[in-house]
């Protein structure tokens, strides 16, 4: 099943979220968005309704009929092999990052994918919020990128930690 696309807010070195980028990125998440109302409803989590601006800034990029808070998180399909997922834990500018968000419970759960320039997605995970920010404390090795500082949680590790509700690969615990 195909998912793609990534919603996200871009920020300059101040900050600040560029309201131009969002859209930009809303529209080429809308794309795939059937696709994204299919896997939820098959994994039991309902219809997801992507959000506004305002609570995208805040870390939920879409809410299901159930209730949940969703992060999404697209990255190429090549960086599926690296056997890790990223989260951004520190900014120069001193900027909310995915981490602070996770700390915060600003989500219930995770969707992550993997997706070809194509836009199809070859990979996909649903993890639980709560228990990947019980990991952000370990010291995980570093990505170092032009706006940020990743911290690269193995798949490994969020398996043995309970993090992972729901794979590509199959249902891994049970959703709830």
């Not at 001193?94 to 992550?112: F, H, P, S, Y």
Request: overall charge positive; hydrophobic content about 45%; charged content about 20%.
């Amino acid at each position: 099943m195909a998912l793609g696309a990534l919603m996200y807010w871009n920020t300059s070195t101040t900050g600040r979220a560029s309201q131009a980028a969002w859209v930009e990125s809303k529209a080429a998440a809308d794309t795939c968005w059937p696709a994204v109302t299919s896997i939820m409803q098959h994994l039991g989590f309902g219809r997801p309704t992507a959000t506004d601006a305002a609570t995208d800034r805040a870390g939920v990029d879409f809410t299901t009929s159930d209730g949940r808070r969703w992060a999404w998180r697209n990255r190429g399909a090549s960086y599926f092999s690296y056997g890790d997922v990223t989260i951004r834990v520190s900014r120069p500018s001193g900027a909310v990052t995915e981490a602070d968000k996770l700390r915060r419970g600003c989500v219930d759960r995770l969707l992550w994918t993997w997706t070809t320039a194509g836009g199809c997605t070859q990979q996909w995970l649903v993890l639980d919020a709560s228990r990947v920010a019980g990991l952000l404390d370990k010291q995980w090795p570093r990505l170092q990128m032009a706006d940020a500082e990743a911290a690269c949680v193995p798949f490994k590790a969020l398996a043995e930690a309970g993090a992972i509700v729901a794979s590509s690969r199959g249902v891994v615990r049970a959703l709830q």
